[in-house]
């Protein structure tokens, strides 16, 4: 009688925990007199071998998936303009010693433009690689503010 009850009850502990939304109906493996009915097939035909499967997104779920694909393309172009942004920042800590501004201070004036431009790009880029993702105040907003405020130092810190 015991090694009933311990067969019936790990019988009844076979949810997996999960369900799919939408679905009242219990998991194929209920327990034996249990009223859940079987599960309704669909009446279309399996798709043939090697044809893309169409998946359409949950209503009212949020498009957070990224490619890798997009990501490479992203990282790549940042990195690009993290080297266009390195000559410019030699530009413009050249420019501002030939108008008598201090070496020191023309370098620091260089790598805050440098940093500006990055924190500013790499929002954008982020912003284009999935904006529902990153396009937030706590991400984007952060790198915009950083970006701002050293773009500012820049500007500040060449006048002298």
């Not at 990153?134 to 970006?147: D, H, P, R, Y």
């Amino acid at each position: 009688m015991k090694e009933q009850n311990d067969i019936q009850l790990a019988q009844a502990n076979t949810d997996p925990g999960f369900k799919i939304p939408g679905s009242d109906q219990k998991p194929a493996s209920a327990p034996a007199g249990s009223s859940a009915s079987a599960p309704v097939l669909s009446d279309t035909p399996p798709a043939q071998p090697g044809t893309p499967m169409e998946v359409a997104p949950v209503q009212g779920a949020p498009a957070t998936d990224t490619s890798t694909r997009d990501v490479a393309v992203g990282g790549a172009i940042f990195l690009v303009l993290l080297v266009v942004f390195f000559f410019a920042r030699n530009a413009y800590a050249n420019h501002l010693v030939r108008r008598r501004v201090a070496p020191s201070s023309a370098d620091t004036a260089g790598w805050l433009m440098f940093f500006g431009l990055s924190f500013l790009s790499g929002a954008l880029v982020l912003a284009i690689i999935n904006s529902s993702k990153f396009l937030s105040l706590a991400v984007t907003g952060t790198l915009l503010l950083a970006g701002v405020g050293a773009l500012a130092g820049a500007f500040f810190t060449g006048r002298r």
